[in-house]
């Protein structure tokens, strides 16, 4: 069995945030060796001519030997994607180097999340003095000619912080100062898909009336983001409309192909990187189910996401579990996949 490419991220170190939106899920974090990275490359090598290994899923770079990952993986490697514009600001303060560092690789754009003041944000990201650290990080970015992409994520509850972020903007003049070495700075405000931890705030959802509510510099910067100003593929549409839509949509989806990702977590667990990694979508174990049996797995559909996926319409879905009644705003294929993960898990409680 030969994949076009595989792409293996194993989630060595975690992550030093607790954030209550993480789609990855807050999982304890781990500890793993280089010698752990290497039996990872052994087991997909036979199975594609261009292997991809990444030392991470969640927290770019939050391992202490950062560089010498990056430098293993590499190696380990036929084909590197370039470094994402995801990084660490956790790892940004500590480490002097890490910011000229991130520049030689070639990292041009970084972004970075906040909820609104020091407060909202170290509430949202689980940790004290993270607020501190992404405006230190902020300064240093800008110092190394590395623009900066704040993202916003969007609740009923802290729609009120808008105002503050508006003004830290304008007090930070990142437009101006980005400018000053041919860079754009960016900014963006999303709900984020109701999945993995952030599906906690369901009851919290965003609907039109926040939207009503966001200062015209801050939407402007949304669009320019989006490249487009139609509400709706920013943020959705009202849950009760997205149900009317789906209840017509009869088709399933198959998303194996030949180029997959796979999400390894610490206990060497498998999972495609479609959804959250979660019991669910489990593939098999690298410790103890054969590579061969994960990938077919896999390209058999047999998780009980992949299953469900290729067997479920949205119309069924939306028929059992779909609120007809929300205002709330989802795009329609996040809103598939809170009804599925809904579905999968009232289905193992049974099967169990
Ligand atoms: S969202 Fe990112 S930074 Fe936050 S806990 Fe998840 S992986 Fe860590």
Redesign the pocket.
Known sequence: MKFKKITACLDMYG?????K????K?TPNGNLTNDDLRFTYQAFRPFTNDLEIVANY??EDYAPNYKELWDLSVELSDNKTPHFENISYWRAVRDLDYIPWLYNLGVRAAQL?IFGNEETTDFF??RKGAFKEIIKTIEQLVQYRISPRIQMFIYKSNINQLSFVEKLLIGLDLENRCKDFDKEFSFFLHQGSCSGENAQFYEDWITLEEIKKIPKKLLDYTVIHFNTASKEEIWGKPENKVCENLVQDVSTLNIVNNTPIFYIDNNFNVYPNYETPSEIWLLGNLKTTKVEDILENYKQNKSIGQKALTEVSASKLVKELGNFQSERLFGESDYKNLLLHKYCLAKMKLDK
């Open positions: 992550c030093p945030n607790r954030c939106h993480c789609w990855l807050i969640r927290e999340t990201v689980g």
